[in-house]
């Protein structure tokens, strides 16, 4: 008889949305099929059936092909890099357990590794800038139960998080918002016509790198002040009539994406947006939230946080103390400026998203990679040590983008043999520990 | 496990009433017993102080807004991280400490138990995740309730065997240990930007007020039977003339007795007093209420406190009270970071500096500091900096010399830019008292112990009880402050369940940690779990079936089970 599994946690993106209901087989080995999930949630549970899983540790050869070895060749190989290293680069975490990364910080503590996440070339701004002005934020059941203002600035749910809108930010009925969608104005404020703006009850086109000079402008307008007759291609009056209805709200809030971390000014204007929204708790209720991406890059910033005080970019290879200086401690820099002996990367994919100068850097080093799946950083790697995939076939607590803590399940098993994060973690840091020991 | 005898020690056991006598304690299986056997380890204790491990009674350690505040504060681990030690992990933070720090922290004063005094059940998970990682310390956390929608409900209808029901569920989904009440009702209406500034303010569209939430909390505490009782910040912290406030919420617990079987006495424990008991009517004129404040206090049985004492640092203010958190940052203008909990609560964090410069500062100094020499009971008066309100928990060891040394204080006096004023608005410098050893064991060990329901096992040294014990290099004979100082922050030797733990002020073992929290049997309540399933479906953005915290979250777990269904 195939079983239903419910309460399962999406392991995709920051949503995190955590009703998914998924049949398995009665022998708890192939997913039968997902409910709830929206189209790239499922594809990552419906990803286990494709044929060609790896199941080995691979190890490359000197003509540039792979060889399947042991988990142990694979673990002692690591753990030799790392002991020999002085600096390394361990970067990802933004797709396992906040248990398998703690195991892999004790690691780092023991040889000297700078532990980086997804933030660094994602959210990385938002986080300088909260440390520059702090933040008033709420969890994503204050804005379903409350909020009648939502601005989407810079992101776009609609693809990048598909089920926000209907969980939270705009279609739910809530507590206080009993009309739902009637209920709340939906603004998107972005330099195309995405499909976001399609949902908008009021698109703002600002011109590409206006953002800050917008945001100035929300602000000065919420004071009451003068403004020019056009900021970002956007009229003074639109701002003016914009801002007398966010002001008249209950309750409002702003969701920004990477339109806003990765484009020009980056941690100015999550600095403004913040600062805006700050006064605008002078007039009522305002809070904003950071649209993270991948489903657990926040929590490694939680763990890395609680452990060495630092949300990411935490360079701990002088062993005694934890230090972080963006530009100096982050992984983009460390491997462009060339100042890491050796990569260690788990659970993202650096291949596919770091600049070409970085990841030609990357791929003259020592190379280990865990990852459950063929990627591009796996095939620049010497060592590809496959696992099982966090969420999936094994569980471990994860954080969605409001900071709130959720367990992702184990639905089924892995290929068989296959292991887990944690086991793998462990079982390097205890070669390690054996190594440095024997030195 | 292995045995020791601590030879020629002056003990200070206010739970035995013994006071600085000689008396040898010994060790076995993690238990002190009544003798020990000639194969036993001896420690030589000869001038210095046996006392129990210490207990925190209200610090914030753990969880979503203390992890804020490590790392939206970079600025914060500045010259502040540790040299490694041998078998350690690294260490940094100064307000703020990573948590491998703070168990170590802790452990090196003599402490080996902490409450984490405000958990939002939301994040409940969280503050555990954070609380498995910290080294050595016995750890629980209190989950906020004060503001919580279905409380809220139950107690405006009368239905306080419905709110017990829920409570005892709470407690088991969060693994919670009692009920922290923060600003009630004040923490709802802020999530429309507004606030409850007395105890009569009706709360928005709940239509209740501040009094009858923390009168109905009560009532379920005592109904559950709760090792500890309820624990209250009170409306209105911070605010010049705010003692009247105060006084009218301790009046809330007259006519109320405790009932449980851990011999508990208090209904009410009253947190970081000082931040409640201010006169005047602006910043101007601002002055100390702690006189009249502790008049009551000592009057009334049923009441315990915790000082909340400023030590004048750079620190970083976080509560549950997210409109104080405001009002904080409106002053200082300093970064401010918000987040406001769905059916549950809020939490607010801003940096704050106590500068010796200012007046105010100065006062509230004064005012934490009376409240302990004003106490006429030690053993319901205890020592905290609400951790890091009000100062970081690692200023133990100079609070304590404050409190030990009229000396100590009136150096501080003369050092303030303004010690006239803070003279003229406090009564600190016409207080002669010096607390002996044997008040700061109660104030810091028997005392809130009892005042959690866990005086059978912790906070003593009688024969049966944990083996958590701290000796120290001092005695009632030190009067130079900076050696009390010195001594109370680098124990000589800290028994952690029977093992050492820390030697001269070094961590020799991670020890063992356990995570306590309360199981409370009650009645099937078909209500209350219809409530919670409706809740869940339409106003949480979790479902119900991920909002447990599973018991592997908790380390080596001490569950302490109540039956409430007679
Ligand atoms: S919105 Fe995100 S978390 Fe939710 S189902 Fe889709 S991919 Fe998964
Ligand atoms: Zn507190």
């Known amino acids: ?439 | 496990m292995s045995e020791f005898l601590i030879k020629n020690g002056y003990v200070y056991d206010p739970s035995q009433g013994i006071n600085g006598e000689r008396h040898d304690i010994a060790v076995k299986d993690g238990k002190i017993v009544e003798s020990a056997s000639s194969g036993a380890t001896v420690i030589d204790a000869k001038d210095k102080a046996v006392m129990a491990g210490a207990l925190e009674i209200h610090a914030h350690i753990a969880g979503p807004k203390v992890n804020v505040g490590r790392w939206y504060r970079p600025e914060d681990k500045l010259f502040h991280s540790y040299k490694r030690g041998e078998s350690t992990r690294i260490e940094g933070g100064f307000s703020i400490p990573t948590v491998f720090k703070t168990g170590y922290e802790y452990a090196r004063m003599g402490y080996t138990f902490a409450m984490e005094a405000a958990m939002p059940p939301l994040y409940a998970r969280h503050v555990h995740e954070e609380i498995h990682d910290t080294p050595i310390i016995d750890e629980a956390a209190l989950p906020v309730i004060g503001n919580n929608w279905f409380m809220m409900e139950y107690i405006k209808n009368n239905e306080i065997e419905n709110n017990a029901a829920y409570v005892a569920w709470l407690l088991r989904q969060t693994k919670g240990y009692g009920i922290k009440i923060v600003n009630p009702g004040g923490t709802e209406a802020w999530a429309w930007g507004l606030n409850c500034l007395t105890i009569h303010d009706p709360v928005p569209y709940f239509d209740i007020t501040p009094a009858e939430i923390i009168t109905g909390l009560i009532q379920t505490n005592e109904f559950l039977g709760l090792p500890h009782s309820v624990h209250i910040h009170q409306n209105s912290l911070g605010l010049p003339g705010n003692y009247t406030v105060t006084l009218d919420t301790l009046k809330l617990a007259e006519g109320h007795t405790a009932k449980n079987r851990f011999g508990r006495k208090q209904v009410m424990h009253s947190t970081h007093l000082q931040f409640h008991s201010y006169g005047g009517d602006n910043w101007g004129n601002f002055e100390s209420k702690a006189r009249e404040v502790m008049d009551y206090v000592n009057r009334q049985e049923n009441i315990t406190i915790d000082t909340g004492n400023v030590t004048l640092d750079e620190t970083t203010t976080m509560t549950a009270d997210g409109p104080f958190e405001h009002h904080l940052h409106g002053l200082n203008h300093l970064k401010w970071a918000n987040v406001d909990v769905e059916l549950e609560t809020a939490a607010g964090v801003v940096p704050y500096i106590y500068s010796p410069n200012i007046k105010v500062c100065g006062i509230q100094w004064a005012i934490g500091l009376e409240l302990a020499l004003f106490s006429k009971d030690p053993m319901r008066t205890f020592i905290t900096t609400d951790h890091p309100n009000a100062g970081p928990f690692t200023r133990y060891p100079r609070i304590v010399t404050w409190l030990m040394s009229k000396k100590a204080r009136d150096d501080q006096i003369k050092a303030f830019k303004y010690s006239d004023k803070v003279v003229d608005a406090t009564e600190v410098a016409s207080i002669d008292r010096e607390l002996t050893l044997y008040e700061i064991a109660a104030m810091t060990r028997a005392g809130p112990a009892a005042a959690l329901g866990l005086s059978q096992n912790y906070g003593g040294l009688a024969p049966g009880m944990n083996a958590d014990i701290a000796i120290y290099n001092f005695n009632d004979e030190t009067t130079d402050p900076a050696a009390i100082e010195k001594a109370y922050g680098n124990v000589a030797f800290l028994f952690k369940d029977g093992k050492i733990c820390v030697r001269d002020g070094v961590i020799v073992d991670p020890g063992m940690k356990h995570t306590f929290w309360v199981d409370v049997k009650v009645k099937e309540n078909k209500q209350v779990m219809h409530d919670v399933r409706e809740k869940f479906l339409k106003y949480y953005s979790v479902n119900e079936g991920n909002y447990l915290v599973p018991e592997s979250y908790a380390p080596h777990q001490h569950v302490i089970a109540l039956d409430a269904t007679q």
């Not at chain 1, 000065?220 to 009056?237: F, M, N, S, Y």
């Not at chain 1, 367990?407 to 793998?424: A, F, I, W, Y």
Request: glycine share 8%.
């Open chain 1, 1 to 439: 008889m195939p079983k239903v599994v419910t309460d399962v946690t999406c392991p995709f993106c920051g949503t995190l949305c955590d009703d998914l209901e998924i049949t398995v087989s009665d022998d708890n080995k192939k997913i039968l099929s997902v409910k709830n999930a929206c189209a790239i949630g499922a594809e990552k549970f419906n990803h286990t059936k494709e044929p060609g899983r790896v199941t080995h540790p691979r190890m490359r050869q000197p003509d540039g092909t792979f060889k399947e070895i042991s988990y142990d060749e694979a673990i002692d190989f690591t753990a030799r890099m790392l002991v020999k290293s002085r600096k390394t680069l361990m970067y990802g975490w933004a797709s396992t357990s906040c248990q398998a990364m703690s195991i892999g910080h004790e690691i780092a503590e023991k040889v000297g590794g700078i532990v980086d996440n997804c933030a660094t070339v994602c959210h990385g701004s938002s986080l300088i800038a909260i440390q520059d002005v702090g933040i008033p934020s709420c969890t994503l059941g204050e804005i379903k139960n409350r909020a009648d203002r939502v601005i989407f600035w810079g992101c776009n749910p609609a693809h990048a998080h598909p089920r926000h809108m209907s969980r939270y930010s705009i279609f739910p009925r809530g507590f206080f918002t009993v009309k739902g969608h009637k209920g709340r104005k939906i603004y998107c404020v972005d330099c195309r016509h995405t499909d976001t703006a399609r949902v908008a009850d009021t698109f703002i086109q600002v011109q590409q790198g206006y953002d800050y000079e917008l945001l100035n402008a929300f602000r000065t307008a919420a004071r009451g002040g003068p403004l020019p007759d056009e900021i970002g291609g956007v009229p003074k009056e639109k701002v003016y009539e914009v801002v007398e209805e966010l002001k008249t709200g209950r309750f409002g809030v702003i969701f920004f994406g990477m339109g806003l971390t990765h484009t020009l000014g980056r941690n100015h204007n999550i600095d403004i947006a913040i600062s805006f929204t700050r006064d605008m708790n002078e007039f009522t209720k305002f809070n904003i939230i950071a649209m993270r991406g991948h489903w657990n890059v926040t929590g490694s910033g939680q763990v890395l946080s609680w452990q060495y005080g630092f949300p990411y970019a935490v360079d701990l290879s002088r062993l005694d103390k934890a230090r972080y200086q963006t530009g100096e401690t982050t992984s983009v820099d460390l491997l462009t400026r060339n100042e890491v002996e050796a990569c260690f990367y788990i659970a993202t994919d650096p291949g596919a998203h770091f600049p070409i100068a970085a990841m030609i850097s990357s791929s003259k080093k020592p190379t280990v990679t865990i990852d459950p799946h063929i990627n591009c950083t796996t095939e620049i790697s010497d060592v590809h040590i496959p696992v099982a995939m966090v969420g999936v076939e094994t569980g471990g607590c994860a954080y969605r983008m409001d900071n709130v803590p959720i367990e992702t399940r184990k639905v089924v098993d892995p290929p068989e043999g296959l292991l887990t994060d944690e086991e793998v973690l462990t079982r390097i840091l205890n070669r390690v520990n054996q190594l440095m020991e024997e030195a």
